[in-house]
Every structure is written in structure tokens, then in C-alpha cells.
């Protein structure tokens, strides 16, 4: 199975800021099956990005992703603040399965 | 009225079953897989079980794989999650998620539902 492991745990940032988070795969994912969610507390989950780059309905351009292979990155231009939450990446597809990485907590400095 | 409605969570005991529910409006959901997905407290999410759209195909995660059984009724708009001999470590926001891709389970998961929790305590 492949294991996805998120860098930093833990970001602090100051509204304005640029953040950049890292998902890293134990193993070649296809660019076509990577995606990004964003959870506040107490909040369901929300795709922000699909198929490594492609923003869901409603995500605002600020947040882009990027990567191949093992590597990859969403990166959000400039925080607002409901931007302040926990982001997970996921790899999915019932051939390879659906695994979500451990999360990023973007925390206000 | 919100496009996916979990239920049937509760507190149980360890060895309980339980049945949880997915109700669904809004979207075509005889066209889309269908998954769930777990969050212990305090904790990171966790995929569980998906079911395509024609309910032929299922898949389970290994860490419940024989505990668990997917089913859907279309007609009902419906996707329940049967979970037996229940764990401490099945405590948990159980949520259901809609596939992105349609007539398949290639999706990333658009829609989410508020999720229902499940406690295992004695």
C-alpha cells in the first residue's frame, strides 16, 4: 500500500502569507489520482484539488497543487482567514486504494 | 437540505454491531460510487469501504477488512455500513463521501456528509 507523509505537522503563518505543504508518497503516484482536502474543526472534509492541479467547484485560485511521482505540493498564494485549517492529501483509485496522509495544520503566528 | 445525511451512530459495547446509514439528495446517485471514510478524536482520516455505483463492487480497508459489509439501494437514494464485532479503536466520526468521477471509483470525494459518531465503550 502506499503511505503518504505531510510536511510540516504543523505551519505558522500570518494572514497574507504564503503557505507551501508537501506530500510525499512511498511510492510513484499517477499525477491523474492525487487530491487535497481542507478541514476546519468540527468540519466535514472538503476537496480543494483534484488530479494534482485541477481546483474542485468553489475553490478559490488561490490555492494551487503541483508534483509528480512522489512529491507533491498545494500551495495557497496568499492566507486568508478561513484558510487556517488542517489539509490532507490523498491518493485514490480502486486499483491502487485511497489513503490520506497524516495532515498539515496551518495555524494562525 | 444537505446532499449527504449520516446516521444510525451511537455508543456501544465491545463485540456490538451496528448499521450505519447515508442518505442522499441532490445528485444522481445511481451514477456514483460511493465511500466511507472514519476520523478517530483528535485524529487523522482514515478510507474504509467504498461501493460502486451499481453496488457489484466492493472494498474494504484492512484494518476492518471481515468487520464490515457495504451495501446501496438506488432506489432509495441510500448506502449503509454494517460493522460487527466493533473495537475501542472503531470509535470514531464515520462519514460518507460521494465519488467525483462518474460510473467509476477513480474519483477524488466531492461531497462529504456532516458524519455520525460511533463510540465503542464499555
Known amino acids: 500500500d502506499i503511505v503518504l507523509t505531510q510536511s510540516p505537522g504543523t505551519l505558522s503563518l500570518s494572514p497574507g502569507e504564503r503557505a507551501t505543504l508537501s506530500c510525499w508518497a512511498s511510492q510513484s503516484v499517477d499525477s491523474d489520482f492525487l487530491a487535497w482536502y481542507q478541514q476546519t474543526p468540527g468540519q466535514s472534509p472538503r476537496l480543494l484539488i483534484h488530479?494534482?492541479?485541477t481546483r474542485a467547484t468553489g475553490t478559490p485560485d488561490r490555492f494551487s497543487g503541483s508534483g509528480s511521482g512522489t512529491h507533491f505540493t498545494l500551495t495557497i498564494s496568499r492566507l486568508e482567514p478561513e484558510d487556517f485549517a488542517v489539509y490532507y492529501c490523498q491518493q485514490y483509485g480502486f486499483s491502487q486504494g485511497y489513503t490520506f496522509g497524516p495532515g498539515t495544520r496551518v495555524e494562525i503566528k | 437540505e444537505a446532499p449527504l445525511v449520516e446516521s444510525g451512530g451511537k455508543v456501544v459495547q465491545p463485540g456490538e454491531s451496528l448499521r450505519l446509514s447515508c442518505a442522499a439528495s441532490g445528485f444522481d446517485f445511481q451514477d456514483y460510487a460511493m465511500h466511507w471514510v472514519r476520523q478517530p478524536p483528535g485524529k487523522g482520516l482514515e478510507w474504509v469501504s467504498v461501493?460502486?455505483?451499481?453496488?457489484?463492487?466492493?472494498s474494504y480497508a484492512d484494518s476492518m477488512k471481515g468487520r464490515l459489509s457495504v451495501s446501496r439501494d438506488n432506489t432509495e437514494r441510500s448506502v449503509h455500513l454494517q460493522m460487527k464485532s466493533l473495537r475501542s479503536e472503531d470509535t470514531a466520526v464515520y462519514f460518507c463521501?460521494?465519488?467525483?468521477?462518474?460510473?467509476?471509483?477513480?474519483?477524488?470525494?466531492?461531497?462529504w456528509g456532516q458524519g455520525t459518531v460511533v463510540t465503542v465503550s464499555s
Open positions: 461501493i460502486s455505483w451499481d453496488g457489484l463492487i466492493m
Open positions: 463521501a460521494k465519488d467525483l468521477a462518474i460510473f467509476g471509483a477513480v474519483g477524488a470525494f466531492d461531497i
Open positions: 488530479s494534482t492541479s
